[in-house]
């Protein structure tokens, strides 16, 4: 038995026989090739027979996937189609009088570099893209199949690293995993992954001689286990069990409403971290994004996200929940989130100091990238904005100027935005709660951050282990504070959420619903199981 450890780009287990992924060999020799015109005629004829199949992959991909997913395989055939693209090719086979796969490799190379040497992240990404549409022109050149992958029974695949449209042309029923030695959790491959319900590895070092042995994939712990001993299969074989009779249970309950027995409708939302997420969300038939946690784009960049990268990040989550609610809170670092590049100074009590909101409104140009990448963003879908630890009116009145401001700008450069877009505050400190009827008048909605919401209130550091002694989740200052604020939402007409973790505690739904919440958002995984609560409530 042999463990290798890499990173789950999607939950899950699965056993079942190794198989390493064949690919076509595509290796291009250089040949001298007197008769251009001839040469470019076959050239001209393997692109539109790529186009053809990639026509072919956007529609499988629109049935299997959606939409949103789908749409890579027509930024390929645009690339294909690209003016520079083809004349490189066609200038090479003229001017050098070479084949026509080796113009097609040396353009597509030529190509992926100048795209993985761009700033922007997302155009970096496109040098995998142009890469594989230049391999399916060369196949077609070559007269290959794309490779044989064609399987008698579901495999656990293994391969160096998959491409899009690799990861979507294989048999769904026949991949019981995937693993990869390279790749992120971030790619394309690996959101694929997650829509189509698979649990996936990347970057495990597993060697190749795997090939048709025994495996098992914990996509809890990213690790793929190969020819696992008798206690082991048969631990694995227990808990798959489990975890599919406690999904099936909860799968009747999808497309269901979140409403009592009486009629009384909550909004049951998911929480995410990135658009890696949302997958989960849609997974477990979430009604919308309760809290994209956006400092997570912060945190795993080097440098401040540029205006771009933030907005085709809120763009895709907006994209894909197709037109559900995604509430957006702007950046929320500080205390226990800590970014170096930030330069943020040492600081005595960090829970108490230099964070969230306070940050925003003292380096303001920060702010003001995300608010335009946020109505940017806001044209593609349901975007909501949030704001986190407020303590006063004035804090969301100047927060409000500034979203203004980036609106004129917008509006003068003719960028379009949604003009009425949701604007709502994180209840999360004990002022806050305090000053509720005056705050609800600014903003439509709220959301309250029960973490800090219980820290400040109890003056209990979060982080802190050893006062577990004197936490109590359910302290009845808390339930006290969520009910005043809830109150005073309704008196102003504004409706009130809560997105910290005491939404998916399963002894609490009831309270919380007899209170008056409008929305729970949660840990996707949490979703069906609240939803279940809810609906056997009188
Ligand atoms: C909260 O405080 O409850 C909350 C949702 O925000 P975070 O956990 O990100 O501080
Ligand atoms: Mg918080």
Known sequence: M????????????????????????????????????????????????????????YEKALKDVGEAHAEIFEVHQMMLDDEDYNDSVIDLIESQKVNAEFAVAETGDNFAAMFASMEDEYMRGRAADVKD??????????????????????????????????????????????????????????????????????????????????????????????????????????????????????????????????????????????????????????????????????????DYPSEEKQFQAYKQVAELMAGKQVIIRTLDIGADKQIDYFNLEHEENPALGFRAIRICLTREEIFETQLRALLRASAFGNIAIMFPMIISKWEVERALEI??????????????????????????????????????????FFSIGTNDLTQYTCAMDRQNQHLEKFFDAHHPAVLKAIQMTIEAGHRHNTWVGICGELGADPALTETFVKMGIDELSMSPTSILQTRKIIRDMD
Do not use: C, W
């Not at 040949?31 to 199949?53: T, W």
């Not at 975890?243 to 009592?260: F, N, P, R, W, Y």
């Not at 909004?267 to 994209?292: A, Q, R, T």
């Not at 003719?414 to 305090?434: H, N, R, W």
């Open 133 to 302: 549409v230049s391999e399916r022109v060369i196949t077609n050149l070559l007269g290959g199949d794309g490779g044989g992958n064609t399987f008698t029974e579901p495999v656990i695949l293994v391969a160096d690293d998959l491409a899009p449209s690799e990861t979507v042309q294989l048999d769904k029923e026949m991949v019981l995993a995937f693993v990869t030695r390279q790749g992120s959790t971030n790619s394309h491959t690996a959101i694929l992954a997650r829509t189509m319900n698979i649990p996936a590895l990347v970057q495990v070092p597993i060697p190749k001689e795997v090939d048709g042995l025994m495996g098992i994939v914990d996509g809890m712990t990213g690790t793929i286990i190969v020819e696992p001993d008798e206690a082991t299969l048969a631990k694995y074989q227990e808990l798959k069990e489990k975890e599919a009779a406690k999904k099936k249970l909860l799968e009747e309950l999808k497309g269901k409403e979140s409403v009592t027995k009486s009629g009384r409708k909550v909004h049951l939302y998911g929480n995410i971290g990135g658009v890696g997420d949302v997958g989960y969300v849609k997974e477990n038939d979430g009604e919308g994004i309760g809290l994209f946690r956006s400092e997570f784009l912060y945190l795993s960049d080097t």
């Open 403 to 444: 979203l203004n401001a980036q609106k004129d700008i917008l509006r003068s450069k003719g960028i379009p935005f949604k003009e009425d877009i949701s604007v709502g505050i994180m209840i999360e400190t004990p002022a806050a709660v305090l000053m509720a009827d005056e705050l609800a008048e600014l903003v439509d």
């Open 2 to 57: 042999e463990k290798y450890v890499g990173k789950a780009a999607f939950k899950g287990i699965a056993i079942g026989r190794i198989a390493e992924m064949v690919k076509a060999d595509k290796t291009v020799r250089r040949e001298h090739v007197e008769d251009s015109a001839a040469e470019i005629a076959r050239y001209e004829a393997a692109k539109a027979a790529a186009i053809s199949q990639l026509q072919g992959l």
